[in-house]
């Protein structure tokens, strides 16, 4: 396998052939200086693949578009929807550096620094040569130093308009991951806010960690975890938890009159003792959906979509029909679109995370019905002289329904319950 490097303009006049992939050896044979050396072998492989994919991700995305960037990334590096986006993104802030993609491309420096360079330059102005040299002798943790120091320097007013940047890029990431079916959340904050919540976390965590006692076997870590719990979930002053956040469904079971199988919206099955503690909690909703007792129903009278066409949506798609968003963070699509005369009618709404609702409006995706009445968003077809892109993906598994579609809502014997 070989790779071609070299800056934008002489990519196409010099080719640098050099190998992609390391000789296959029996390691327990090599000394520790040969252990040593193999291993910078695998770190310049590493970077010159990670250029291959760069500029390959780049020119997909440059001839099509982001979206259809992604969604190839994900299939084709079998990655997650977001790492997915991650990639697409680095790949175009790459392409805007072209010392840094040359020096990543000839494996002289590792792909993290190249993307930290990247992402950098794409926030302010910076000495790309400067950087790139100091990337092809630093660890990542000095080199994180140096490229701070720098953005300062080169903001040429003490550092205040990088902290306004810090302030614009704040942002929070909250997910379910695929792995173990735990939430991970994670964030970044400017430095002034990230030490209020620092000081906070840490205050509620020594309170935990007194009202607990010295038999208490919980970790720092378990109890950091309890402490942003109950800073976010309560109100302030009596610790009560804030109302109805939750929706859990439930199977009824007519014989022994009793809700049964309960579960959390993904699917995720439930101790009926946690959701009855749940209960407590929470003000209960009812869910049964039909036609006289909630609004699912309402043609041209409401533009946007009521609380119980909402719930019913959310039962009854689960997340983004696109690209698997969680349901809660997803808004209404009207299938036909109330500026041409759609209905605000639960048939005629989806859920659409709002870069999959973009796609919609601004790329015309369309929404289509499967057979089995569950929907999914399409990319518009390609033009007759374009090279092919997938005109469909597999669909996001799905859990067995709550809500069914139509007239059937309302004659089911499956009763969810909002909690």
């Known amino acids: ?184 959340l994670s964030g970044k904050f400017d430095p002034v806010a990230g030490h209020r919540i620092e000081a906070a976390l840490a205050a509620k965590e020594r309170s935990l960690r007194n009202d607990k006692g010295a038999a208490d076997q919980t970790s720092f870590n378990q109890r950091l975890a309890d402490a942003l719990e109950s800073l976010v979930c309560s109100e302030p002053g009596d610790g009560k938890p804030l109302g109805a956040n939750l929706i859990l469904t439930a199977d009824w079971d007519a014989v022994n009159q009793r809700m049964a199988d309960a579960r959390l919206l993904d699917g ?63 808004e209404v699509h009207h299938i036909h679109e109330w500026s041409r005369g759609g209905p605000t009618d639960l048939d005629n709404l989806v859920l659409l995370c709002t870069p999959c609702h973009h796609q919609v409006h601004d790329d015309n995706w369309a929404v289509h019905r499967r057979r089995d009445g569950t929907y999914e968003l399409r990319p518009p077809p390609k033009p007759a002289d374009s090279e092919p892109f997938p005109d469909s993906h597999p669909p996001p598994t799905r859990q067995r329904a709550q809500v069914p579609i139509g007239d059937d809502l309302g004659k089911s014997s499956r009763q969810p319950a909002l909690v």
């Open 268 to 330: 995720t099955p439930l101790p009926m003792s946690e959701a009855l503690r749940l209960a407590c909690d929470a003000d209960i909703l009812p869910a049964a959906f039909d036609r006289q007792g909630q609004e699912l129903w309402v043609g041209r009278k409401l533009r946007s979509a009521t609380e119980a066409q909402r719930a019913a949506l959310i039962i009854r798609d689960r997340h983004c029909i696109g690209c698997g968003q969680s349901a809660t963070w997803c």
């Open 1 to 184: 396998m070989e790779f071609m490097a070299s800056e934008q303009g002489k990519w196409a006049e010099e080719k640098v052939t050099v190998p992609v992939w390391p000789e296959v050896v029996d390691v327990a044979g090599l000394t520790l200086s040969g252990l040593r050396e193999r291993l910078g072998v695998i770190k310049r492989a590493e970077s010159r693949l990670a250029a291959m994919k760069t500029a390959s991700l780049a020119e997909y995305a440059r001839r099509s578009t982001d979206g259809l960037a992604r969604r190839m990334a994900c299939e084709e590096l079998q990655v997650s929807r977001r790492q997915a986006k991650r990639e697409v993104e680095t790949a175009e802030q790459l392409t805007q550096v072209p010392e840094t993609l040359e020096a990543l491309g000839s494996g002289e420096i590792p792909e993290a620094h190249a993307k930290q360079i990247a992402r950098a330059a794409s926030q302010g102005p910076v000495n790309e040569t400067v950087l790139v040299e100091a990337a092809r002798s630093q660890n990542f943790d000095t080199f994180s130093k140096t490229l701070r120091d720098h953005q300062q320097e080169q903001s040429g007013d003490d550092g205040k308009s990088q902290f306004e940047k810090q302030r614009e890029r704040r942002s929070v990431s909250f997910f379910k991951s695929p792995d173990d079916d735990m939430f991970i």
